[in-house]
């Protein structure tokens, strides 16, 4: 009680004599205020009014949109504090104040920051439901994490001894991490997911002996689509651990086509075979690369062709595809080449080994 009645008594005469100092402090303060509270209002405006993509720009102006009143107040209050000629008390309390303001005001403005890198991070891709869910979790987590670093230095400048505490959290941290560790890795292959983009909704991936399309990215589990019908549902963990192949980003896709011609094919025109096929290529919209003749086959002369077909979707790129082989059908047959097919002649002949059948040919 005596240390408030002098508290009390310290402050009248504080204003008493210092009446003229502490009412331009205040004005000054309250003009810094309204400044700040203007410049803040301001970014407020553009942060509803941006509908374009994320850049660092918009990140800086949606994080310090976030900039809090009490944090305005005791900046405006520190700053003129020195004009006014306050007593120690009154000049330690509004130090206290303004250092929980800056500490949790650097939490909010972390955590804005730091929820807007992960948003530009991950927009764009189709993943919006995805990263819905996985926001809420992301927000609670950073959040925990920020404020509970900015209460251990409050509580550390209050002259707390805070290492217990630290101790304690890390001990609970350790804790909680080993009893639900299968649903935090299933989480972080998510945001892995999210963020890495190896593949995303949609896209057609093969990943051990199955081929599927992506329906759904959960936070623990990917639903796909196999190219049979089924419905498969894997872990992220476990999907991540596989080498997976994406089909869905491939800008030029290479073919390869087998080609055999009977062997009654005159040398003259085998040799020609390259070219035509390079002519064929290019006359159904492909690029064509290279061809050649590769083996004498059991049944056959073997050729084989390799060309590109450029773009994204694999239904036109099968279209290209079926062009090349139908416009090589036309070339061949405008040139006199037979396509071999597999066949076995048979002979026969009597037990002296001469030739029954086929007949033998009379000599002239």
């Known amino acids: 009680m005596a240390e408030l ?7 009248q005469q504080w204003l008493s004599s210092h009446i003229l100092p502490i009412l331009l402090a205040m004005l000054a303060g309250l003009a810094l205020y309204l400044v700040m509270a203007f410049a803040r209002r301001t970014l407020a405006r553009r942060r509803r009014a941006e509908h374009d993509q994320l850049d660092f720009g918009l990140i800086l102006v949606r994080t310090l949109s976030r900039t ?19 007593p ?10 303004f250092t929980i303001a800056a500490v949790f005001q650097g939490a909010i403005w972390a955590r804005e920051f730091i929820l807007s890198l992960i948003e530009r991070r991950a ?31 409050v509580l550390d400048n209050l002259g707390v001894n805070v290492t217990g505490l630290v101790a304690g959290l890390g001990i609970g941290g350790i804790a909680i991490g080993l009893a639900a560790q299968g649903i935090f890795s299933d989480l972080f292959s998510a945001l892995s997911i999210i963020f890495d983009k190896p593949f995303r909704k949609g896209d057609t991936i093969q990943f051990g002996t199955t081929t599927a399309t992506v329906e759904h990215i959960g936070l623990k589990s990917t639903r796909l689509r196999s190219v049979d019908g089924e419905q498969k549902i894997i872990a992220n963990a476990k999907l991540l651990e596989q080498e997976i192949t994406n089909f869905s980003d491939i800008a030029r896709r290479r073919y390869k086509m087998a080609i055999g011609l009977v062997y009654q094919t005159p040398p003259e025109k085998a040799e020609r075979v390259p070219e035509i096929l390079a002519g064929a290529i290019e006359e159904a919209g492909a690029e064509f690369q290279r061809a050649s003749f590769i083996a004498f086959g059991a049944s056959s002369l073997d050729f084989e062709a390799h060309f590109f077909v450029h773009g994204h979707d694999i239904t036109e790129a099968d279209a290209v595809r079926h062009r090349v082989g139908m ?19 048979t002979f026969t002949a009597a037990p002296d080994g001469t030739l029954v059948w086929p007949y033998a040919q009379p000599k002239e």
Request: proline share 2%.
């Open 5 to 11: 009645h002098h508290m009390v008594r310290l402050s």
């Open 68 to 86: 809090t009143h009490f944090f305005m107040m005791m900046t405006a209050a520190r700053l003129v504090m020195g004009y006014a000629y306050p």
């Open 88 to 97: 120690e008390m009154i000049s330690a309390t509004i130090r206290f104040l």
């Open 123 to 153: 927009e764009g891709d189709g993943r919006g439901e995805t990263l819905a869910n996985a926001m809420g979790l992301i927000r609670v987590l950073i959040t925990f994490a920020l404020f509970a670093i900015a209460t251990i230095m």
């Open 327 to 345: 416009a090589i059908l036309r070339k061949f047959a405008a040139e006199g080449l037979e396509f071999a097919y597999p066949t076995q002649t």
